[in-house]
């Protein structure tokens, strides 16, 4: 008995010596309360599991491959290989080279597919929505359906009697969903949007025969060119990810940008609240969490219909609480104001508030222990959607169809108020939660930056030139449970403020920023350098432009677009003062949206870590060799001071390169000078 009780008590001690300290594991206060209430009451996080279980270190580095049954081949990088003659190969013979190029490749064609196949999942309610097969959904914003009819080369004007009459919307809907489905299984040619980009940027595609023909067709490529014993030239790999990726950002993406801002409203700014606190104790706490506006849209409307509010009442709670999670969140924060419970690492931690009366998930950085999570509270966890299914028999699903979106999201509604009387006691919402002004679409920063008389980007290309505004940084992505939760995301933008560098910014940073407060046009006074500040009080703005999910990283890429053509900084994307960073990645998406802005001209650092260590030369590749074929090209950086010097450095190059090192004194401009901008 003594010795099962030393045991018992060993047990327990082990238990304690691994416990993690949540004050170490992340900056936001709300997250630190939640992770000391899954310690007291025994429930495990990822934040444990990141503690408890270590990488592998031959995959860290890239260079472990899979690709058939001979392998696994790992291939470490030793002291050896650096010093001497690098003599590694697997099996077949394929060289470290190969083999992270390879590995890199399949995180493209994953990331990419992801995207796209949200893309695709839009365009086919967006056509059933233009054929009216559907009342659920709506043309909205027809102003915008017009912009990319031109870019489908769908005619917005019929010809009657001889006079020009505009066509009917819903018959311009139906041809623009039907040539955007195309773009998906497209064999040939090129994709609509490739004209999009500034001219050079077209040209440099074309000449490098990098312009993708469809984008099921790009992805299914880099799957068969990494299939054991095909291409074995990693600098053809990459031009093949350069192809796929660019399918995700200028059509897969956009398109899922552009024809959710049709259906739902292109975002304009608007208020929001973000973190934990922003649940209540007294109402039904709905989350939807995942990545789709279709689904998260419809329960935006059900969660305020007048019969599920009585309803709601009729189980004493005081009204329905819809907050969203991840880029989820983003999509129905940045169109209707919804608040925000938090960011990808905060998922588990929404249902150890013991408040959550129903998670809904649809797909993509669904944690599948939610599941086991979900089980110690009362929370149901619900999936929706086909592709996206939790095994674990500790789940619901209702599957969504457009067809009865409605229907189908009040079904859901209900069955979180049917849970709310279950809640156990034990409820802690944190009181923690920020105001944010967000929704800075390409559309809004013209409208903001250039007023209603002009409308452009110009007085953005002139505070760039003056030097208040020193340059643009895109700062995007992921949390990693590997390293401390938003710290690199706030380090380096508030250093990126500093020195008078303006922020956009999507998907998780977007909501690190704005738990942190940096979201406000009163932001810009504490954080800024004197030049940035001036111009975001002049023109009130936040000084981080808060532009929607990830998705909508396709918005950045026709900002810097808009900014090239607004003139006096270059030709081209990679002439511009700009950086791009995801300092907290994990998804496979985050590296297809790094090569898509690296192909684009753009200069882009990864923080945690890139698996590509263990192939010093493909490395040297991404990060310098790259630069003199498409402009911009890959870093890695772990610390987030060292991310900003180098954005900086990078930006004060591009300023130099453009003459304007120098013009960092005040001038304001004549109107001369204006209209030599604009003639440029
Ligand atoms: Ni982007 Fe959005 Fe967040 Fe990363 Fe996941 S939510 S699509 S992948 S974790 S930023
Ligand atoms: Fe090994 Fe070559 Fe098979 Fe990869 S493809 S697992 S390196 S034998």
Aim: contains cysteine; charged residues 25%.
């Amino acid at each position: 008995m003594a010795a099962e009780e030393t045991k018992e008590k060993l047990k327990v001690m082990e238990k304690e010596k691994k416990q993690i300290i949540p004050e170490e594991k992340s900056v936001d206060p709300a997250t630190i309360l939640m992770l000391h209430k899954a310690q007291a009451e025994g429930i495990e996080t990822i934040f444990d599991r990141a503690e408890t279980m270590k990488a592998c270190n031959i995959g860290l580095q890239g260079t472990c491959c899979k690709m058939c049954a001979q392998g696994p081949c790992r291939l470490p990088l030793t002291k050896k290989d650096l010093e001497g003659k690098d003599t590694r190969i697997g099996l077949c013979g394929a060289t470290p080279e190969t083999i992270a190029a390879r590995n890199f490749a399949r995180m493209v064609a994953a990331g990419s597919a992801s995207h796209s196949d949200h893309g695709r999942a839009v365009a086919e309610v967006f056509l059933a929505a233009a054929r009216k097969q559907t009342t659920d959904y709506k043309i909205k914003d027809e102003v915008k359906l017009l912009k990319i009819a031109e870019d489908f080369d769908v005619a917005t004007t019929v010809l009657v009697d001889g006079e020009e009459k505009p066509r009917d919307i819903y018959e311009i809907a139906v041809e623009v969903g039907e040539r955007a489905l195309g773009e998906w299984g497209k064999q040939e040619g090129e994709i609509y949007y490739a004209r999009r980009a500034p001219k050079p940027r077209y040209e440099l595609w074309k000449k490098l025969d990098i312009i993708p023909r469809g984008i099921d067709r790009e992805i299914v490529e880099i799957m068969h060119r990494t299939h054991m014993g095909v291409d074995q030239d990693y600098q053809n790999i990459v031009k093949q990810c350069s192809r796929a990726a660019l399918a995700d950002g200028w059509a897969g993406s956009m398109m899922a940008t552009d024809l959710q801002d049709v259906m739902f409203g292109t975002p304009y700014p608007i208020h929001g609240e973000i973190n934990l606190g922003v649940l209540k104790k007294d109402q039904v706490n709905i989350i939807v969490h995942g990545h789709e506006p279709l689904l998260s849209e419809m329960i935006v409307v059900a969660s305020q219909d007048p019969e599920m509010l009585k309803y709601a009442a009729s189980k004493g709670a005081k009204g329905i609480v819809l907050a969203g999670m991840c880029c989820t969140a983003n999509e129905i924060l940045v169109r209707h104001g919804m608040p925000i419970a938090g960011n990808y690492l905060q998922q588990e931690l929404a249902i150890i508030t013991g408040a959550v009366d129903a998670l809904v998930v649809d797909v993509q950085c669904i944690m599948e222990n939610l599941a086991n999570v979900a089980t110690c509270y009362h929370t149901k966890l619900i999936t929706t959607n086909t592709r996206c299914k939790i095994a674990s028999g500790k789940t619901e699903h209702v599957q969504f169809n457009e067809h009865h979106a409605l229907e189908d999201a009040k079904k859901i509604v209900k069955i979180a108020v049917d849970n709310f009387p279950n809640r156990r006691a034990d409820v802690l919402i944190p009181k923690e939660k920020e105001k944010m002004v967000v929704g800075f679409s390409s559309e809004a920063i013209n409208y903001h930056l250039g007023g209603t008389f002009r409308g452009s980007y110009v007085p953005l290309n002139e505070n760039i030139i003056n030097g208040r505004i020193r340059g643009i940084a895109g700062v995007v992505g992921c949390n990693n449970a590997r390293t401390m939760h938003d710290n690199s995301h706030l380090i380096l933008v508030k250093e990126l403020l500093k020195n008078d560098v303006i922020v956009l910014t999507t998907g998780c940073d977007a909501m690190a920023c704005g738990k942190a407060g940096l979201l406000v046009p009163e932001a810009a006074r504490i954080y800024c350098g004197p030049g940035l500040a001036e111009v975001c009080e002049t023109v009130g703005i936040p000084p981080v432009l808060h532009m929607g999910a990830c998705v909508d990283n396709s918005r950045i890429l026709i900002a810097a677009t808009e900014v090239v053509k607004a003139g006096g900084l270059g030709k081209d994307i990679s002439d511009l003062p700009a950086a791009g960073c995801a300092p907290e990645w994990m998804s496979e998406k985050a590296v297809a949206i790094g090569q898509y802005f690296v192909a684009s001209g753009v200069y882009v650092i990864f923080g945690v870590n890139l698996p590509v260590e263990g192939a010093p030369v493909f490395k040297d590749y991404l990060f310098n060799g790259l630069e003199k074929i498409v402009g911009g090209k890959w870093d890695m950086v772990e610390d987030p001071y060292e991310m900003a010097r180098k954005m900086i450095a990078h930006i004060d190059l591009k300023r130099k390169a453009l003459g304007i090192d120098k013009a960092r004194e005040r001038v304001l401009m004549d109107m001369a000078d204006r209209q030599k901008l604009a003639a440029v």
